[in-house]
């Protein structure tokens, strides 16, 4: 999935790290580094999902559609039940 989606997968890393900081209510006043991941993978089309580096017992999960990404940090052992890309068609 990463190959040749540069912008998709910055976006994402982005995306990850606001959701933490907001999560965490540190805003981006610390610096950025902290909210680094430790795994990134793809789950589905469109979908990723990581492990912070720091924070272990949070997870990210991102959506990214064609102009929209959404990402909600939560509890390590959170299940989602939500299927595929809701953004896929935006």
């Known amino acids: 999935m990463f190959v040749g989606q540069k ?13 933490s900081s907001k999560a965490l209510r540190s805003g981006l006043m ?20 990581g492990v912070f580096k720091n924070f272990a017992q949070h997870k990210v999960r991102i959506w990214i559609g064609s102009s929209h990404a959404l990402s909600i940090v939560l509890a390590k052992r959170s299940v989602i039940s939500l299927e ?6 935006l």
């Open 7 to 19: 912008l998709e997968i910055s976006t994402a890393l982005w995306a990850a790290k606001e959701a």
């Open 30 to 49: 610390s610096p950025v580094e902290i909210y680094n991941l430790a795994e990134f993978r793809a789950i589905d089309s469109g979908v990723l999902e």
């Open 84 to 89: 595929g890309n809701p953004f896929a068609g």
